[in-house]
């Protein structure tokens, strides 16, 4: 079976990518240049066999019939491909934009190619918290919805708030094609929390890594440890594993997964770095305004329900493995 993901250059698609492959489908990775896509390969070339692994160029996913040629013959779709930064001057050029028509442009592709069964939406906590609602009375679960609009996201001047407001309207333009008549796939979507784990997408400068791993090693030569802007995270491995099983299994179909594994404060992101005798002296001490303050309840058994055996890799595994492959990284540019 063939397996389109969207992004495949990013954060989040490398790892989706690299399950993939490992439960043995074959995958088209979208990136936006052959370059991004040789560099990739070259990097995992060990993770692939002779033929699994194929590229397709989608400069804009917003572009209207970006993914019409990619989409052929594709049995499963997984959308990952979406902005994920703080750095908006215009938000809807930079981020509602991208977000939602990048959504519709893949299912509406989807939609029109017989061959595809199944889609999965990277979707987020981001479009089920309300930053109304953050203290420690509520419990977040799949069935909650942030209720930012495009309206209320194209004349906010917080980037996190506009980031979020993408991140919801983009999966709720999801469902409404999932549900229209003329849809013949199922869609799931796996909203994660910040994601940690080891960042295996090509990486030229650790100044524009991914905002979830960069902010875990924002703790490394950091005057004073920042406080984190969200304090719930999960591995991009488990996530990873979640867009797998949420797109190949009938447990998995139509489901909405809040993927969320622990909760952590940014002082113990810096007592596990500072266990790394590498960065021991870069990391500072425990600051008052890292630690962590009361906030709201998460709630993800649907996932432990639904998926027998399930097991979420620690906040301790997680950060480590984290750091390793940062200080990797690090050493090698
Ligand atoms: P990255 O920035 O690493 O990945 C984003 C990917 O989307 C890249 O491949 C990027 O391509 C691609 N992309 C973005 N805009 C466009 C566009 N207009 N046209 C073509 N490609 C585009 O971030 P993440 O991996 O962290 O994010 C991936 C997904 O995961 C997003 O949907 C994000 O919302 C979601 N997510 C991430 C979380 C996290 O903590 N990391 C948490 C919750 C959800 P290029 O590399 O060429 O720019």
Known sequence: ????????????????????????????????????????????????????????????????????????GVDIVAH??????????????DMLIPALEG????????????????????????????????????????KDWNPATYETAKK????????CASKKIAEEEAWRIAKEPETKWSLSTVAPPMVFGPPLQVINSLDSINTSS???WAVVDSKEVPPASFPVGTDSRDIAKLHVLASTTDEGK????????????????????????????????????????PHFKTDSSLVEKTFAGWKWTSFEQSTKDTLAEILKVEKQL
């Open 103 to 142: 959504t519709r442009q893949c299912l509406r592709a989807a939609q029109k190619e017989p061959s595809v069964k199944r889609v999965v939406l990277t979707t987020s906590f981001a479009a089920v918290m309300d930053f109304d609602r953050l203290g420690p009375d509520t419990t977040f679960s799949h």
């Open 1 to 72: 079976q063939l397996v389109l993901v969207s992004g495949a250059s990013g954060f989040v698609g490398t790892a989706v990518t690299l399950a993939y492959l490992e439960a043995g489908y074959r995958v088209r990775g979208t990136v936006r240049s052959q370059d991004k896509a040789d560099a990739w390969a070259k990097k995992h070339a060990n993770a692939f066999k002779d033929g699994q692994l194929e590229w397709a160029i989608v400069k804009d996913i917003a572009a209207p019939g970006a993914f019409d040629e990619a989409i052929k």
């Open 254 to 293: 139509d489901q909405r997964f809040l993927a969320i594994a622990f909760h952590y404060d940014n002082n113990q992101v810096a007592e596990i770095a500072r266990s790394f005798p590498e960065l021991k002296d870069r990391v500072p001490g425990p600051s008052d305004g890292a630690a962590a303050q």
């Open 156 to 163: 906010s001047d917080n980037p996190s708030y506009v980031y």
């Open 80 to 93: 990952t491909a979406s902005p994920f930064h703080f750095d908006v001057k215009d938000n809807e050029k």
């Open 214 to 216: 960069g902010a875990v």
